[in-house]
Each structure stands twice: as C-alpha cells, then as structure tokens.
C-alpha cells in the first residue's frame, strides 16, 4: 500500500477518535448542566420552605405578641414587639443570605461554562444594584403580604377579643389649657406630669384669650334647654341662613345621591360665592341680598327661605338681632352697598 494512503487512514482514524472525545466531552458538559440546574431548583425549593417556615415563626410571634397584649400589659407587650422586630429582622437577613448565596452559585457556572441555555442564563445574569435589589425584594413582600391578606379576608369574620382606643380626649396642657388625647404627649414626659408640643410649644407660643360671646349665642351654644337643644340639631341650617356668600362648587349626584352613608363628592374647584346686591327678577333675595333690607323684612325673607328646615322664627330673630349689635361685617357690608348706589347714581345721565 503506498505511503500515501496509509497516512491518509490513519488521518481518518486520528478524527474519529477526536470525534468521540468531543462527543464524550459534550455528554459530560450536558450532564453538568443539567446537575447545576437540579441544584439550582433544590436551592430555591429549600428557600422557599426557609421563608415559609420563617413566616411561621413570625406568625407565631405576631400571635403571641397579640396575646402578650391581653395578658400582661405594655411592657410584656413592648418585650414581645422587640422580639418580633428582632425576628423580622433575622428573616430579611437570611434572604438575603440565601439570594447571595444563589447569585454566587450561577456567577460560578457561567465561569466554569459558556454553553447554558437561556434559562440557566437568565438566572445567572449579572448582579442587580442595590436599589434595584431592594425595590424588587420590596414588590415581592407587597405582593406576599397582599397574598396573606387576601386569605385573610376570606376567612369568616371573628370579633377581636382587644380593641385599641384612645379614650377620652380630656388631658389637658397645664401652658394654654388646650385638651389632647394622652398618646399626643412628648415621650419625654409622664402620664402624671404630661407635656404636649403642638398646641402651645410648652408655653413658647402665647395667645390672648378669646373674648367672650355675647350672652344670646352664649345661651344657644351652652344651653341645656328645649330651645338651645333645637339650635344644636339645626346648627348648619342657621349658619347657612346667616350665610353672606353660597357655596360654589360642581357636586357630583351620582355618589351623593346613591344609597349608604353620605358622601360629599365634588369636581374642579371649591369656591364661594356673592351674588349681585338685587336677585333676578321673581326671585327671592338671599344670602347677603337679605342684609339691605329692615330688620323686619329681612327676617320676614330669612323663615321664607328656611322653611321645611327646622328652624324657628324666635331664634332667627335672636340671633338676627345679635349679628346686627356685634358682627363688625354687615354695617361694612351696608356701607359698601351705599357707595355703590351714590356711585350709580352720579354716574346716571340727566
């Protein structure tokens, strides 16, 4: 056989045998691949049942911090809460531990191959920023805590056996005397001795005193009788009688006018109203229209306007006749109009 020939065999039987060592070598990376994966998956699956039973044990803290509330009061309760931080804690550390662990584990098979597929690729993909990080971990608690409320709110209704309140609003600041609720004191100061800051600032900020109102509102406002009781119940329906401006807004019907609690819903802006000194013609004076005329007139005008909203003409007079001694407004009010009226008139043409 010529030279020539035998080189060229044993060239063919060189390949084959290269052939088989590519073909076992791909075989061996396939099968890396594929344990990494398994490892991948085991790794996640043992994550997911880390959280699942950290979440348990801070359920389980959350519960016996609920009870600690009931059986032994706030320091118990304040101890519980620390342990429950503390928990909360040692669960966003250990993910973060955990989600490390596995970025270092993909990081290492992209270095140790190039061939992955897309998912192995995606799962080994570089490192996220922090904010990045924390923004995604942050979607993931919403979206688990949304879960967890969504089972909640399916469970039947059982009424707590502890209601949080703030009790009466009667503590009152030893500076100005304004009242608070005894959770609004400074956590500086005790429940025997409290200080508050957004009233008066501890006495920094002094004001004069109000004066006192005139004897008629006096005995509305703090009266005990059948007349001051009828005033308290209709309260609105006076201020809007005595009114000088109305109210200027586009209200929306369709919620005010639907069933259940009442809703006041408007659209665009909120505004007040003052209406020219003379209604259009055939129709009734009001609001600072009403202020022009007598005394008697105007609360002739003033029970035609109200009626149906019951009030009473003896307490629209007094506290017609009060407004008329006191409110430093409608004599500047009356004022204006007569300026007016001399300007119109000296403006006429003879």
């Known amino acids: 056989m010529p030279k020539r020939g035998k080189y060229r065999m044993e060239k063919q039987r060189l390949r084959g045998q290269e052939q088989v060592k590519d073909q076992a070598i791909q075989q061996q990376e396939a099968l890396r691949l594929q344990r990494q994966e398994q490892q991948l998956a085991e790794d996640h699956v043992r994550q997911e049942r880390e959280f699942q039973q950290q979440e348990a044990?801070?359920?389980?803290?959350?519960?016996?911090?609920?009870?600690?509330d009931l059986q032994y009061g706030?320091?118990?309760?304040?101890?519980?809460?620390?342990?429950?931080?503390?928990?909360?804690?040692?669960?966003?550390?250990?993910?973060?531990?955990?989600?490390?662990?596995?970025?270092?584990?993909?990081?290492?098979?992209?270095?140790?191959?190039?061939?992955?597929?897309?998912?192995?690729?995606?799962?080994?993909?570089?490192?996220?920023?922090?904010?990045?990080?924390?923004?995604?971990?942050?979607?993931?608690?919403?979206?688990?805590?949304?879960?967890?409320?969504?089972?909640?709110?399916q469970q039947p209704y059982v009424k707590p056996l502890y209601r949080h309140t703030l009790h009466n609003m009667e503590v009152e600041c030893r500076n100005c005397g304004a009242l608070h609720w005894d959770i609004e004191r400074?956590?500086?100061?005790?429940?025997?001795?409290p200080k508050f800051g957004v009233c008066c600032l501890?006495?920094?900020?002094?004001?004069?005193?109000?004066?006192?109102?005139?004897?008629?509102?006096?005995?509305?406002?703090?009266?005990?009788?059948i007349t001051a009781r009828e005033f308290h119940d209709k309260v609105r329906s006076y201020n809007n009688a005595f009114a000088f401006t109305s109210l200027g807004v586009k209200i929306d019907h369709a919620v005010t006018s639907a069933a259940g609690p009442y809703s006041?819903?408007?659209?665009?802006?909120?505004?007040?109203?003052?209406?020219?000194?003379?209604?259009?013609?055939?129709?009734?004076?009001s609001f600072g229209q009403l202020y022009i005329h007598n005394p008697q007139t105007t609360l002739f005008l003033r029970n035609e306007?109200?009626?149906?909203?019951?009030?009473?003409?003896?307490?629209?007079?007094?506290?017609?006749?009060?407004?008329?001694?006191?409110?430093?407004?409608?004599?500047?009010?009356?004022?204006?109009?007569?300026?007016?009226?001399?300007?119109?008139?000296?403006?006429?043409?003879?």
Not at 94 to 118: F, I, M, S, T, Y
Not at 186 to 193: A, E, F, K, P, V
Request: positive net charge.
């Open 57 to 68: 044990v801070r359920r389980q803290v959350q519960r016996q911090a609920q009870h600690a």
């Open 74 to 153: 706030e320091e118990q309760a304040e101890q519980v809460r620390r342990a429950q931080r503390a928990a909360q804690e040692e669960l966003e550390r250990r993910e973060e531990e955990l989600a490390d662990q596995a970025h270092r584990a993909a990081r290492d098979a992209v270095d140790q191959g190039e061939d992955l597929n897309e998912l192995v690729a995606a799962r080994n993909a570089p490192r996220m920023p922090r904010p990045q990080q924390l923004a995604n971990k942050q979607n993931i608690a919403n979206r688990r805590q949304a879960q967890v409320i969504r089972q909640e709110a």
């Open 186 to 193: 400074l956590t500086s100061s005790s429940r025997i001795h």
């Open 202 to 225: 501890q006495g920094q900020v002094r004001l004069d005193p109000f004066r006192e109102a005139p004897a008629a509102l006096h005995r509305l406002f703090r009266g005990v009788d």
């Open 264 to 285: 006041f819903r408007i659209h665009g802006g909120f505004h007040h109203s003052i209406s020219a000194f003379h209604p259009p013609e055939g129709e009734t004076p």
């Open 305 to 350: 306007n109200n009626q149906g909203h019951g009030t009473t003409p003896a307490t629209m007079l007094e506290i017609q006749d009060t407004l008329e001694q006191f409110n430093p407004f409608i004599p500047l009010y009356k004022q204006l109009i007569r300026s007016s009226w001399k300007s119109l008139k000296q403006n006429v043409p003879t």
